[in-house]
């Protein structure tokens, strides 16, 4: 047979509903359980009951009690801990759309940047062949210059000089005797041969 504490631990369950329906009164429990639990009246006398259900009560609701407590407590600890996390998660959404924000205005900028490149390597492109054109007709004028510049040091077998006083003439030695024809400031090859040959002319030449 078990001992009383054993079988009221046993039968807790039903033992404290009873005590609780009976208002805590060890008799009228005691009464409600020989119908519902006969075996009670065999494990123990009422007044080992009495005794007993109390006491038995009063440790069981203060466990509960506990038990309670150290639920809540874990309740609350989960529950801080669930705000934790759905913050944290909140933190890193909001970073994550900053992210992602800062990478759209990163390739926006980038698109940008491209294109002024693109623009820029295209008028570097147009100025260079500007510049080449440029350089071109410099060289081409440059070999017009030194074409036109180019003064024929002779004409018709006469030699060709500028004075210093920037006036040109012709000189040929003739028996013995230098003879000139003044050509003017400006040297032209076509009048030059005409004066030349009205020279040779007066001096018998031709």
């Known amino acids: 047979m078990s001992s009383p504490l054993s079988f009221l631990i046993e039968h807790e369950n039903t033992i404290l509903t009873a005590y609780t329906e009976n208002n805590r009164k060890p008799k009228n429990t005691w009464i409600s359980l020989e119908k519902d639990l006969p075996e009670l009246s065999r494990c123990m006398t009422f007044n080992t009951f009495k005794q007993y259900v109390s006491v038995f009560a009063f440790v069981k609701t203060g466990l509960d009690r506990v038990r309670q407590n150290e639920v809540s407590r874990e309740l609350s600890n989960l529950k801080n801990e669930k705000n934790d996390l759905d913050q944290k998660l909140r933190n890193a959404a909001r970073r994550l759309d900053k992210v992602t924000q800062n990478r759209d205005e990163i390739l926006v900028k980038l ?3 491209m294109k002024e490149k693109t623009q820029l390597e295209t008028v570097l492109s147009e100025r260079g062949h500007e510049l080449d054109k440029v350089r071109h007709t410099e060289q081409a004028g440059s070999r017009v210059t030194q074409k036109l510049n180019k003064k024929p040091k002779r004409i018709s077998g006469w030699s060709v000089q500028q004075s210093k ?4 003439r012709c000189y040929r030695k003739i028996c013995n005797r230098v003879h000139s024809v003044y050509l003017g400031k400006e040297l ?3 009048e ?3 004066r030349i040959n009205a020279k040779e002319k007066s001096l018998g030449l031709i």
């Open 111 to 113: 698109e940008a940047a």
């Open 165 to 168: 006083d920037g006036y040109y």
């Open 188 to 190: 032209n090859v076509k």
């Open 192 to 194: 030059a041969e005409n």
